[in-house]
């Protein structure tokens, strides 16, 4: 079975301040870990991946994300943020062992403030 | 590439009428995906085909939501008879085959508003 949890429902930070996006998942082989971003009244757009390979996955927009086997974690980060940056983040999960449809978390609501 | 096409963007109606969403997806993907997204329930995974043939449709809330692909290029989304408990918005999501990427992409969805 496969699962994603992020933590937070809201993240609020200061524009030029680095952000974390948190998200933690379970599955039975290995992960294929994504990351989406939702924008106001728009669907969601792939931001990044980890299907095998380096640990830190660089993506769009500045974008990054960490993958941490031993903490089931894949926070995504960005160094400086910019109030475009606010909108709604989804981490997904695909198990290599499961179904080939990943699962995506709740969201979290990222806010970055002038 | 005009990526996916979800028609109507916005559909309001009434209770009790039949209410249904096309998708057009990205041409050569191979999956399918419709999504309701909800601020209670957040995204949900309703139906996925491939290659047209619906695979699982467990998500599907009840007997008055229907999913069809009649070819590679259109879905259709029908709920009927509709309650307010409906209103949403619906998302329509193409896969290409190759398993290796596994990256969905999303159309514009369409909020559908039940009174």
């Known amino acids: 079975a496969q699962s994603v949890a992020q933590p937070e429902d809201q993240v609020n930070v200061a524009e030029g301040n680095p952000l974390t996006v948190k998200c933690t998942y379970s599955?039975?082989?290995?992960?294929?870990l994504f990351w989406y971003v939702q924008y106001p009244n728009r669907g969601l757009q792939f931001l990044l991946k980890y299907i095998t390979g380096d640990n830190l996955v660089k993506g769009s927009y500045g974008f990054e994300a960490e993958f941490n086997k031993s903490q089931t974690s894949f926070h995504l980060k960005k160094p400086s943020a910019l109030v475009s940056d606010s909108a709604l983040y989804f981490c997904a999960v695909r198990d290599s062992e499961g179904s080939y449809i990943p699962t995506f978390g709740r969201g979290t609501s990222l806010i970055v403030h002038p | 590439d005009a990526g996916v096409i979800q028609s109507p963007r916005h559909e309001v109606t009434e209770m009790g009428q039949e209410v249904t969403l096309r998708c057009k997806p990205i041409?050569?993907?191979?999956?399918l995906f419709w999504y309701r997204q909800t601020m209670m329930r957040g995204l949900e995974l309703l139906i996925y085909?491939?290659?047209?043939?619906?695979?699982?449709d467990s998500g599907m809330p009840e007997d008055r939501f229907s999913a069809k692909m009649p070819n590679a290029s259109f879905s259709t989304l029908k709920i009927q008879p509709s309650e307010p408990r409906d209103s949403a918005v619906y998302f329509c999501a193409s896969s290409p085959r190759d398993g290796s990427t596994d990256t969905q992409y999303f159309g514009p969805g369409t909020r559908l508003t039940v009174l």
């Open positions: 085909f491939n290659n047209n043939v619906p695979i699982d």
């Open positions: 041409s050569g993907h191979d999956y």
């Open positions: 599955v039975s082989g290995n992960p294929y």
